[in-house]
């Protein structure tokens, strides 16, 4: 399930499909100091209005100019949509000089898909899910893709995910197809990232099977996606060195799924989302307002979960859609005004779950097996890089892709304390970079070494960026919000988030474990 379906939390478990609240990321910074170019920079007064310094050795922080007026759900609803565009941002491989870059975990939310529902009475959105170069919006990349994605008989994949389709393929989409734009979303994120980590030769050109790990859930827009991310990062890879693995929870909970607290809060925060829904009278008479023009009960509108559809219109430059008759004409149509009603209590929710905190209780139990995973993996390469363990055979994963959903993203941002993160838009990207400082020699230079030096040296000199969709994130995530802002130290030390997945998020649940968390009754 996705963003529109709800506006909230719509399961529990194992068929974890969950959250429909809105985010708005207004807290974009910039911490680090350039050695390669900026891949397609915006310019430096930005439109959010936060403005970027040019130079300098002080680059932790970068903080907009404050809103005063409340976000536009209209606006806000475009850049949910994430139209493919040649302004992206994109600040991954960006580092001070001399560090070395070691590994980098990325998580996406599959591209741009056809609705999940379609409203009664009227028509479904026309649109065509089948790949052509001819027809925008399009990319360099997307004729050789569709070339090599005939060859994917060759490459191995996890039970289900052989029978899963690799490309869209329908003249009329079906429910939840990946559209052209989906794939050319993800084409464009895939390259980005190539451009931005080739000049620190982050996957070599002799790869091996274990350097390059992709996982997907088994739904045909997240492998899509996936495989569209995979192709503009590593054109026309290997398939035979490449397997694709399956996660059958959109949680990447692998097996530590079972957390009984974990349903609690969710209930809660649906029970908290369907207070303020039923109480927020301008929505009610606005669902029966749209269930008069397309002559049907409201109850039955609201099941067809309108604002699913009419994103997909929006997003794709479509009429809204009007009453269809039996005999071929059409009625009344449904109008902008209702569809901004319906955003705009979507961006009152996500302040009340701020506010109330049910939904990062969740998303700390929810997202600790996939955020312990990335921990562990990073631990593993920073131990190899400094010679405290030996490398496997093969190497280390040097770049792992998750390819999720919304329901996935959202709350790992917030188990991130990401809380004022947008939602994640389609094509989302989240990015975790593990780099190794400089080596401080041993002797006389060590004694001369000043205290952050030192410093870096205790840490093992391991260090994390945290991206999102291009912005540096990291100090403004929970184990790195602190971090002194005068120390010359540029980035956030890789223990600080190894504690924090082991010990400290736990501190929100009242429990110092996750397998206390998920069972204590204290929490």
């Not at 680090?32 to 209005?49: C, H, M, S, Y």
């Not at 055979?393 to 892709?401: K, Q, S």
């Amino acid at each position: 399930m996705d963003f529109s379906v709800c506006n909230g939390l719509c399961a529990v478990d194992k068929m974890v499909s969950a959250v429909a609240a809105s985010f708005s990321f207004s807290l974009i910074m910039v911490n680090l100091i350039p050695t390669t170019p900026i891949v397609e920079k915006r310019p430096l007064q930005a439109a959010d209005g936060a403005v970027r310094l040019a130079q300098g050795k002080s680059r932790k922080r970068v903080f907009p100019v404050p809103h005063t007026q409340k976000p536009n759900p209209i606006s806000e609803a475009y850049g949910y949509c994430n139209t493919p565009s040649h302004n992206e941002q994109a600040w991954e491989g960006h580092s001070p000089a001399d560090y070395k870059l070691l590994s980098v975990q990325v998580m996406i939310r599959h591209g741009d898909r056809y609705p999940l529902y379609s409203i009664p009475k009227t028509k479904r959105p026309a649109i065509n899910c089948t790949l052509s170069i001819s027809r925008n919006p399009s990319h360099p990349l997307l004729g050789s893709f569709i070339n090599h994605m005939a060859q994917g008989g060759h490459g191995h994949w996890e039970f289900p995910l052989a029978s899963v389709p690799r490309l869209p393929n329908h003249n009329t989409c079906e429910m939840g197809e990946l559209t052209q734009s989906g794939v050319v979303q993800h084409l464009r994120n895939g390259k980005l990232l190539r451009q931005a980590y080739q000049p620190h030769s982050l996957v070599p050109s002799d790869w091996s099977p274990r350097q390059v790990w992709v996982e997907t859930t088994g739904k045909s827009r997240t492998l899509q996606s996936g495989l569209a991310f995979l192709y503009g990062f590593l054109p026309e890879f290997d398939w035979k060195k490449l397997t694709v693995r399956h996660q059958w929870s959109t949680l990447f909970c692998g097996s530590s799924c079972d957390c009984p607290a974990r349903n609690r809060y969710l209930e809660e925060e649906q029970r908290r989302q369907y207070r303020l829904r039923v109480g927020d009278a301008e929505l009610e008479r606005t669902y029966a307002d749209m269930a008069r023009t397309l002559g049907i009960p409201t109850r039955n509108l609201r099941a067809a979960n309108p604002i699913d559809s009419l994103l997909c219109h929006l997003c794709h430059g479509l009429s809204f859609p009007c009453m269809s008759r039996e005999d071929g004409t059409t009625g009344g149509c449904l109008k902008m005004v209702q569809f901004a009603v319906i955003r705009r209590q979507q961006l009152d929710d996500e302040m009340d779950r701020r506010r109330e905190g049910l939904f990062r209780k969740y998303a700390i139990l929810a997202m600790y097996p996939y955020l312990n995973r990335t921990a562990t993996k990073m631990e593993r390469v920073a131990k190899a890089s400094t010679g405290s363990r030996s490398p496997r055979a093969g190497g280390e994963e040097v770049f792992t892709l998750s390819s999720a959903h919304d329901v996935t993203m959202a709350p790992l941002l917030s188990a991130l304390g990401l809380e004022e993160a947008r939602f994640p838009p389609f094509a989302a990207r989240l990015v975790f970079e593990l780099w190794k400082s400089p080596s401080v020699t041993q002797g006389q230079q060590e004694q001369k070494a000043g205290k952050d030096e030192r410093s870096k040296a205790r840490d093992g000199g391991c260090f994390i960026r945290v991206l999102y969709n291009g912005e540096d994130v990291t100090y403004h995530t929970t184990f790195c919000s602190s971090l002194d802002l005068h120390t010359s130290q540029p980035l956030c030390p890789l223990k600080k988030f190894l504690s924090f997945v082991r010990r400290d998020m736990f501190n929100v649940v009242n429990a110092t474990s996750y397998q206390e968390a998920c069972y204590s009754h204290t929490g």
